[in-house]
């Protein structure tokens, strides 16, 4: 008999989620224009307090709020396991949605909205999951930590990293932890899908570029451009393609493809492999170098003046390992006379694809989809693992969704018409259990 599961967080694990949607939590960048998560770190209290589980909640600054909660173990004596996940959101603009942005509808077998995959839905179903559990009894066999923090959106100083500095007694005796952007489904065929879990991820390296030169009318013949010097530094590094650098999360997950898909990859030119993965290889691919995007431009101030500086911002991201290698690549590539100064810098972070966790992870995916196969990669964007693992937690991404063969999950990231399956949530409910019983 296929196993039902946990009935009641399978049956409101959706609702859980568009509340949560229809809270808005927009991270700008900047506290004075954003909405704050304090409303929605409340909503989570309440949500918690109704089956008896307390919590705390924590500001770093006016609404910028994160929630921490314990849940008791069989075994107080192991290390307690971090669930953690953010209650923020990047912007959105409804002109450009199906749905309003922040309604949380359901429509079509999804739920609708920001924040839908990013990350409010494996929120939604640890949620759903430790309510069932206090109204039935159910105990872990170690403590749970949940942490649902602000502020990830924008480097996590005001959430995770901010927790990590002011209030790591809380976490003081984690030692693994899991959270987003792992445990998703990519179908090979009916029968095989592998299931990525995240055990990397890309350090971050955000930047200011600034290129002076000498001011004067537009309308005069200048050779000591700022703009000129600007433009000419953000287009190497837009489009310089990095040399390929396999990293054993990396070279894991190839290896995997190539026995899935019966073919053989070549190691210095695996894109031509994965674009068979679809719309998800954008993001593999991109954690198979290190990158340097421009994003944004600012100079001058009138068409006739030629301005004395002129600035951009560049996303940087480095694989494990290879800070060092990727200063080196931006000195080159930018060349003299622009300056650079960090906007954020993080580490990458990476570890492993083993050990009891990983056992528990395989078995709980295989036992809800007889047709899994989890394999480990890196993760081009960034995690608050950047902030745990600084405690010496083990970070993983898992976030299990069994996704339909013909989503492209990848472009729903920031997207538009951001939405996730209620079946893929109510899948992940039922791997959790599983694992979160076992572990």
Not at 99 to 108: A, K, L, Q, T, W
Request: aromatic letters at 6%.
């Amino acid at each position: 008999m296929q196993n039902r599961g946990p009935v009641q967080a399978q049956a409101e694990v959706a609702e859980l989620l568009s509340e949560l949607i229809r809270i808005d939590t927009t991270n700008t960048g900047d506290t004075a224009t954003s909405a704050g998560e304090r409303v929605a770190a409340e909503w989570v209290a309440g949500k918690l307090d109704e089956v008896g589980i307390g919590s705390q909640i924590l500001e770093s600054e006016r609404g910028r709020a994160s929630l921490v909660a314990r849940i008791p173990g069989a075994d107080p004596s192991r290390p307690a396991l971090l669930v953690h996940g953010h209650l923020d959101v990047v912007p959105a603009d409804p002109a450009e949605w199906s749905v309003h942005p922040f309604s949380g509808e359901e429509r079509d077998g999804y739920v609708w909205g920001r924040g839908a995959v990013d990350m409010k839905d494996m929120d939604a179903m640890v949620l759903a999951l430790v309510r069932e559990w206090a109204r039935t009894g159910v105990q872990p066999p170690r403590d749970i930590m949940l942490a649902y923090v602000a502020d990830e959106e924008a480097g996590g100083k005001l959430g995770a990293r901010w927790l990590v500095d002011e209030h790591p007694d809380l976490f003081a005796d984690c030692s693994e932890a899991i959270s987003e952007v792992g445990g998703f489904s990519i179908t090979v065929r009916d029968d095989l899908r592998l299931y990525l879990v995240q055990t990397a991820e890309k350090g971050l390296a955000w930047m200011r570029l600034t290129a002076g030169g000498r001011p004067g009318h537009g309308s005069f013949v200048h050779d000591d451009n700022a703009v000129t010097r600007l433009c000419q530094a953000v287009a190497r590094l837009g489009s310089a393609r990095l040399p390929t650098v396999l990293t054993p999360p990396m070279r894991q997950f190839l290896a995997a493809v190539e026995e899935a898909y019966g073919i053989e990859i070549d190691p210095d030119e695996p894109e031509e492999a994965l674009a068979r993965l679809g719309s998800i290889s954008r993001m593999l691919g991109a954690a198979l170098r290190n990158t340097a995007n421009p994003t944004m431009l600012q100079a001058g101030y009138k068409t006739n003046v030629i301005p004395g500086t002129a600035s951009a911002t560049v996303d940087g991201r480095f694989l494990h390992g290879q800070a060092e290698e990727f200063e080196r690549q931006l000195a080159s590539l930018i060349g003299e006379g622009v300056q650079r100064e960090w906007i954020v810098h993080d580490q990458a972070v990476e570890t492993t694809f083993d050990g009891p966790l990983v056992d528990q992870m395989v078995a709980a995916l295989k036992s809800e989809d007889g047709g899994a196969r989890p394999v480990p990669f890196t993760m081009s964007g960034g995690t608050d693992a950047k902030s745990f693992e600084r405690l010496g937690i083990r970070c993983f991404g898992f976030s299990p969704l069994r996704l339909p063969a013909d989503l492209d999950f990848a472009s729903l990231f920031h997207g538009i018409d951001e939405r996730v399956p209620v079946e893929s949530l109510r899948f992940g409910v039922r791997v959790l259990d599983r694992f979160l019983r076992a572990v």
